[in-house]
């Protein structure tokens, strides 16, 4: 909602340069103005979908169904619970263990053996988690270690965030549970594992996303 | 030498934490002690005083503050952690000039330096030069600290000279203005000045304030003016700031408790865009070679004997690759290495696209293509290739952008290579549109707030790579920037204008009372056609004699005012932060209806320039030549960009032109700004919206505006650019 506002925000200033000087339209269709109109928008539909479905919403567990019905891949449900939406997403590359999951709008999450890596389209994106405490959760183990999450800052770069982490048992039997702390902020990923893979996971993709809690439909 | 150039800007990325965190409020970090609000001389201040507060490194602000003293515009930036610049354009009431309207039009400039942020006991410190460019009726000096007393009370106290100790100095009335008087600086008697500043609550600061302004302008010749109605009734001033979501505030205040006013602000981030990782689609991940055995052809390389496979790749390579917003002009490939050239037409960053198209390359290419070449173009001529390893490719997917950086090579494009196959199908290129447009004039205290609305159609056809015609038509609707003659600029006619027929009817106004041809100071006659107008027609052409020089050759209408031939040459190796051009134009100013016809002047005009990239996104040109007018002199820009395509500069020119040839403002300088849209919206696009903003348009340090010149589009993709960006390679 706040990066929303921004981006008009953001435009209605833009709109303004644009008209004194030369947008030079390099090489892409829609100009400045037809770009930022774009923008707001798409902005004032996403403001209006929550309050307008157009169809009554089908529950997790159907689309769940539907997407097993159709798709004879690997597939996972998941929940971004800071965007309020629960989807499936189905395996459209492999490379060694690590997975790429997409939905039909070419949102990608990253995952090496249920282990989030990163994600692609969301805006806010975690480009690549380096989990050096990977090997104790599979493991179902105690202990403590670093991990690392990179981002892309406002301004283009691509940086990095430390965070120190431990691992243990949580009260519940079987879930493990790592809890990180760094930069002022600290999370906690939970994590069910079975043979060594991560079959139903909540975890943290960074400080705009939020959590992101990922069932494996199928392996 | 490129290794250190690598480590330096992506692996050095280690002042992370509060740039990404943004929104997590407690971030511990040693934050600057960044401005609550603006002045209305639109610096980190009080009311009408200065505090030792900054802004976040890069920020672009800008203000617009009323009262009966005076109406003002302000641009800020941030231009380093610890300088803030700000171009004023003011409407002063209650001075009477030549015109006698009651107001005076008036443009400065403002320095702002904090020496010491704040630590401990110790105050933040900064140092400030107001008007400084000629004495001017806001010039004043001060030094300025300022501390929090409580989290949220915050207090500064400091000392003012000129205007802000109340002690205005003399204008000379002959002056032309623009450069520094700095015999007078700090001169002239102190006077100490304070403000105390409460943030009630997120949105809301209260300002109180003593301030020593007296509002009054004295000139050489003996006149002096009280501003606005009266002398502020006291020295005590107040003000309450009320911010609207992040970048927006309101303000009003009281000049003395008498007169009142109202301020409007807001300020940009370069570092805080709306959607940092941007909203493009994900790219297609790496599709790893199967096992040899599984494949047992194409290991072998024998595929590479079959006439149809290359025409087969290519197809479905290039139409993966329009998938992505990119055009894959050429491909050449043999059984171990690919080399194909790009057009990136979607992704500001060329990093992004050359890291698209490599991913592709290994869904597309039978598993014995190990080398995979991406070269870059730009108008249809390669500026440079990255060579790859197929198996880092597969290997560092998802990993640090910096491990595939090191495991690539950035080198020279070569304009021809072997085994280059054009894709069929992509020449000639034909392009079109048909847009609104709007033009604004926002700074002219003059004229206020001026406008065109219209429509254009532009057209461009690729004839064969690095060949364009280009076609512009413009038709205006509405709007209030009507066609005006130019300032008549004789002693004692400031602020006249010549009638359009006054001015055609006498072809010797063409040339300045001083005798400086009017190469842009007519431009208003350009303006207020109300039949279509023809904006630009040229044919270019784009070409690569050597690996490292590219040259350019335009001729037609190159601009609204001039028509004639531009030739230019770059040399530019693509691992070189220096660059060395030259350009010369032959050109003929064309008429007032911008249509085919021209006038009699014409000039040869041209530049030999020098181009450095400095660390940290700091880049310098330096341009020495014969200008417009046939003047000659340099022209200095230092230019700050940010990886994410934000680019601010500010320029400055000299000639050989007097001062009095000049005119007001003794020479030509001026800020130009261009933001990605992209930046703003999240949705891939090359779009930008930009603008240059001049202290006044001018006769002397007069440039031709051709489009497209040679060093920003070569450099996109070479190692400066191409690194700053390197992070979005695996997006």
Same mark, same amino acid.
């Given at each position: 909602m706040t990066a929303a506002? /921004?981006?008009?925000?953001?435009?209605?200033?833009?709109?303004?340069? =644009?008209?004194?000087? /030369?947008?030079?339209?390099?090489?892409?269709?829609?100009?400045? #103005?037809?770009?930022?109109a774009g923008a707001v928008a798409q902005t004032v539909a996403a403001r209006r979908a929550p309050e307008t479905p157009a169809a009554p919403p089908k529950s997790?567990?159907?689309?769940?169904?539907? =997407?097993? !019905?159709?798709?004879?891949?690997?597939?996972?449900?998941?929940?971004?619970?800071?965007?309020?939406r629960t989807q499936v997403m189905a395996m459209t590359g492999q490379n060694g263990a690590l997975r790429t999951y997409m939905t039909p709008a070419e949102e990608a999450l990253i995952l090496r053996g249920g282990m989030l890596v990163g994600t692609r389209g969301l805006g806010h994106d975690l480009s690549?988690?380096?989990?050096?405490?990977? =090997?104790?959760?599979? =493991?179902?183990?105690?202990?403590?270690?670093?991990?690392?999450?990179?981002?892309?800052?406002?301004?283009?770069?691509?940086?990095p965030l430390q965070f120190d982490c431990s691992v243990g048992p949580g009260p519940t039997a079987g879930i493990t549970i790592e809890s990180c702390a760094g930069h002022g902020t600290?999370?906690?990923?939970?994590?069910?594992?079975?043979?060594?893979?991560?079959?139903?996971? !909540?975890?943290?993709?960074?400080?705009? #996303?939020?959590?992101?809690?990922?069932?494996?439909?199928?392996p | 030498m490129r290794r250190s150039l690598l480590t330096r800007r992506l692996l050095a990325t280690t002042l992370p934490a509060a740039l990404v965190m943004g929104s997590v409020s407690s971030t511990a970090v040693a934050d600057p002690m960044l401005a609550r609000n603006l002045s209305s001389f639109g610096l980190p201040g009080g009311i009408d005083t200065p505090t030792a507060e900054t802004l976040a490194d890069g920020t672009l602000g800008a203000s617009l503050s009323w009262s009966d003293y005076a109406r003002r515009s302000n641009v800020l930036f941030q231009a380093l952690p610890d300088l803030s610049v700000v171009l004023r354009y003011s409407r002063v009431e209650g001075i009477n000039d030549f015109r006698g309207e009651g107001y005076i039009s008036d443009r400065s400039l403002d320095l702002h330096y904090q020496l010491l942020d704040e630590q401990g006991w110790r105050p933040a410190v900064a140092v400030g030069l107001r008007d400084f460019l000629g004495t001017g009726v806001y010039s004043g000096e001060y030094i300025v600290a300022t501390r929090n007393v409580t989290p949220a009370i915050r207090v500064s106290a400091g000392l003012g000279w000129g205007t802000l100790a109340g002690k205005p100095r003399t204008i000379d009335v002959a002056d032309e203005g623009g450069t520094p008087n700095v015999d007078d600086w700090f001169t002239g008697g102190a006077n100490p000045f304070g403000s105390v500043s409460w943030q009630v609550n997120d949105r809301l600061s209260l300002v109180a304030e003593y301030s020593n302004d007296t509002y009054l302008a004295r000139y050489s010749n003996g006149r002096e003016f009280q501003q606005g109605d009266a002398e502020p009734g006291s020295n005590l001033n107040l003000g309450a700031y009320y911010r609207l979501g992040r970048n927006y505030e309101l303000g009003l205040y009281t000049i003395g408790g008498e007169? &009142?006013? +109202?301020? &409007?602000?807001? +300020?940009?981030?370069? *570092?805080? +865009?709306?959607?940092?990782?941007?909203?493009?689609?994900?790219?297609?991940?790496?599709?790893?070679?199967?096992a040899p055995a599984a494949d047992p052809d194409g290991w072998s390389g024998s595929w590479s004997q079959d006439p149809t496979a290359q025409p087969a790749i290519q197809k479905a390579l290039g139409d993966a690759m329009a998938e992505e917003g990119q055009i894959l002009e050429a491909?050449?490939?043999? +059984?171990? *290495?690919?080399?194909? *050239?790009?057009?990136?037409?979607?992704?500001?960053?060329?990093?992004?696209?050359?890291? *698209?198209t490599a991913r592709l390359m290994s869904r597309a290419l039978p598993p014995s293509v190990e080398t995979l070449v991406i070269t870059s173009t730009a108008d249809g001529v390669p500026t440079s290739s990255v060579t790859l390893r197929r198996s880092d490719l597969e290997r560092l997917e998802n990993t640090e952008a910096g491990q595939i950086a090191a495991a690539s090579l950035l080198s020279d494009a070569p304009a021809y290579a072997e085994g280059m196959v054009r894709s069929p199908g992509i020449y000639p290129r034909f392009r079109w549109n048909i847009r609104p447009y709007l033009d604004l004039g926002v700074f002219s205290a003059e004229d206020g707030l001026t406008h065109e609305v219209g429509a254009q159609a532009r057209a461009s056809y690729e004839i064969v790579p690095g060949l364009v015609l280009t076609g512009a038509l413009r038709q205006r609707v509405f709007g209030n920037i009507d066609q005006r003659g130019p300032g008549i600029g004789l002693p004692g006619t400031r602020g006249q204008y010549y009638t359009p027929e006054e001015y055609l009817a006498d072809p010797a106004l063409e040339t300045t009372p001083q005798g400086v041809p009017r190469v842009r100071s007519d431009t208003r006659m350009y303006t207020g056609n109300s039949s279509p107008t023809i904006p630009e027609l040229t044919l270019a052409w784009y070409a690569k004699p050597t690996e490292t020089v590219y040259t350019r050759v335009t001729a037609g209408l190159l601009e609204r005012a001039y028509g004639g031939v531009s030739a230019e040459a770059l040399w530019k190796p693509a691992n070189s932060p220096l660059a060395l051009g030259i350009e010369v134009n032959r050109v003929r100013k064309r008429d007032f209806d911008s249509l085919l016809d021209f006038r009699d002047y014409e000039v040869t005009t041209g530049h030999v320039s020098a181009y450095y990239e400095f660390a940290q996104g700091f880049t310098a040109q330096l341009d020495v030549g014969q200008y417009l007018a046939g003047d000659r002199g340099a022209t200095v820009t230092l230019t700050r960009e940010f990886a994410n395509g934000w680019r601010i500069g500010a320029f400055a020119t000299k000639t050989d032109l007097s001062a009095e040839e000049f005119g007001e403002g003794s020479f030509d300088k001026g800020i130009s700004l261009s933001i990605p849209i992209g930046w703003a919206t999240g949705q891939p696009t090359r779009d930008r919206a930009g603008t240059t903003l001049r202290s006044l348009s001018r006769d002397g340090g007069a440039r031709l505006e051709v489009q497209d010149r040679l060093y920003d589009r070569v450099r996109e993709s070479h190692s400066v650019r191409l690194y700053d960006g390197w992070g979005r390679f695996w997006r």
């Open positions: 506002r /921004n981006c008009v925000l953001t435009g209605a200033l833009l709109a303004l340069l =644009a008209g004194c000087g /030369n947008g030079s339209g390099d090489e892409t269709d829609s100009g400045p #103005l037809g770009a930022l997790a567990q159907e689309a769940a169904a539907e =997407a097993l !019905r159709v798709n004879p891949g690997p597939l996972i449900q998941v929940g971004f619970e800071q965007l309020g690549v988690a380096e989990p050096r405490t990977e =090997a104790l959760i599979r =493991a179902g183990g105690s202990g403590n270690g670093q991990r690392t999450m990179r981002y892309f800052s406002g301004d283009g770069l691509e940086r600290s999370f906690q990923n939970n994590y069910l594992v079975q043979g060594g893979q991560i079959a139903v996971s !909540r975890q943290w993709i960074g400080p705009n #996303l939020g959590y992101v809690t990922i069932q494996t439909l199928r | 007169t &009142f006013g +109202a301020q &409007f602000s807001l +300020a940009l981030n370069p *570092r805080e +865009a709306p959607y940092p990782s941007g909203l493009e689609k994900a790219p297609a991940p790496v599709r790893p070679r199967p491909m050449a490939l043999s +059984a171990n *290495r690919a080399e194909v *050239r790009i057009r990136n037409q979607r992704y500001v960053n060329q990093a992004e696209a050359v890291g *698209r």
